[in-house]
């Protein structure tokens, strides 16, 4: 297998993820199991998701450095790639600070406004690049 695939796996495996995050924040934008909440989505941040993080952007750079030429849908995916990747790193900082602050609603209600805000941002950018990048795969 090449670094392309190997960069769609590790894609693959953090979308998947990115799912169950969401699925945890819809129950503390709900107001249910906030704590609980904000302590599993550092740990899975921390264990998971950065280096998930790393490996698309390794994978990401070299495969942009092998490109014989930077056409402009090309230009068009690396930017949206970095885009979902930027907004995401956002994220993992807000819930650091969300976890740290769980004991000031205010703060916490802040923090997960800043989340919608990333999720706004990494969704549509990571769906560009995801659907550009596969338009070059198959
Ligand atoms: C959320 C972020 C990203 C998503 C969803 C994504 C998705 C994909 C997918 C599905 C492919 C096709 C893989 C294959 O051929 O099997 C691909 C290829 C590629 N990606 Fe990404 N990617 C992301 C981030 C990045 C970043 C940050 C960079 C550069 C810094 C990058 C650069 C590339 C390059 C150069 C290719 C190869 C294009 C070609 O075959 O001509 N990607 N990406």
Known sequence: MGLAGVHLIVVSVWVGLVL??????VFAHRGLL????????YWI??????PLL?????????????????????????A???????????????????????SLPDRVAHHQRQLVLAA?????????AGVIGLTYAF
Not at 45 to 50: S, V
Not at 57 to 69: E, K, M, W
């Open 54 to 78: 790393l490996g698309i952007l390794v994978t990401g750079v070299i495969l942009t450095a092998r490109l014989p030429d930077l056409d402009g849908l090309h230009a068009v995916k690396v």
């Open 45 to 50: 941040d921390a264990l998971f998701e950065i």
């Open 120 to 128: 706004v941002v990494a969704v549509p950018a990571g769906l560009v």
């Open 20 to 25: 169950a995050e969401v699925l945890l924040e």
């Open 34 to 41: 906030v704590p609980a909440v904000a302590t599993l989505h």
């Open 80 to 102: 949206s790639g970095l885009v979902a990747i930027g907004a995401t790193a956002f994220a993992v900082r807000v819930v650091r600070e969300r976890r740290e602050e769980i």
